[in-house]
């Protein structure tokens, strides 16, 4: 089964603070791709950060990086110097391949709420 | 920019009533998906296009249609709105550097999303 697991339904940090956010999956696949994606409450989806699984080094997107671990099948998402404007629902994704296109699988979303 | 748009923002319908919404994108991507998201949940795939080939979900209801007229623009049609089908519809494109099925780089840009409402 293909899947994407977020364990933390909603966090909360102080604005200026380090989060991390968690998310693994599971993927017969040995090549491919895994996501971040932020949606603020205006519910536009956004890019945050992309990882190739082939690639040993962590991605990284000024205050955002990842922790990628591919044995553990672990993709953490750590957001350093929290502002306001990172208060979102933010999705971990991977690209599933497949005969007609591929697809995004979606975890359920972790919702961040950065305090002041 | 470079960018996928989405009209109206907010549609409102009767129960029954035929809708359409719009996609249109600039970047030139091949692939385009249309899902439905309901508050706080991920978003469902419901079909793509990868190019003129029309996809569907196994379980995308038949009331779902959707329209690919040029690579520009995607449309979703909702035959018969049900109460049901209230929430956030939303486009994305992509561009796989991969073959058709070839897994590869494929990260998908959204558009800003339509709000529909069914009364």
């Known amino acids: 089964a293909q899947t994407v697991t977020q364990s933390q339904p909603e966090m909360s940090v102080q604005e200026a603070e380090t989060v991390t956010l968690s998310c693994t999956y599971d993927t017969s696949e040995s090549n491919y791709y895994l996501f971040w994606y932020k949606q603020p409450p205006s519910r536009q989806m956004i890019l945050v950060i992309r990882q190739e699984a082939y690639k040993q080094q962590n991605a990284t997107e000024n205050r955002f990086s990842v922790n990628f671990q591919k044995a553990a099948k672990s993709f953490s998402l750590k957001i350093s110097d929290s502002q306001l404007g990172d208060t979102a629902m933010y999705f971990c994704a991977f690209v599933l391949r497949g005969e007609y296109g591929n697809k995004l699988v979606f975890g359920a979303g972790t919702i961040l709420r950065v305090k002041s | 920019d470079a960018m996928v748009i989405q009209n109206p923002r907010y549609q409102v319908t009767q129960f029954g009533k035929p809708v359409t919404l719009s996609c249109s994108q600039t970047l030139n991507h091949n692939v385009m998906y249309w899902y439905q998201q309901k508050s706080s949940q991920a978003p469902k795939l419901l079909f793509h296009y990868y190019d003129k080939d029309f996809n569907n979900e196994a379980d995308t209801p038949d009331n779902f249609q959707s329209r690919r007229p040029n690579t520009s623009f995607c449309f979703l049609d909702i035959r018969s709105p049900g109460l049901g089908d209230a929430a956030m519809y939303l486009c994305?494109?992509?561009?796989?550097?991969w073959g058709r099925g070839g897994g590869g780089t494929d990260t998908q840009y959204f558009g800003p999303g339509t709000r529909l409402t069914v009364l």
């Open positions: 994305a494109t992509s561009r796989p550097t």
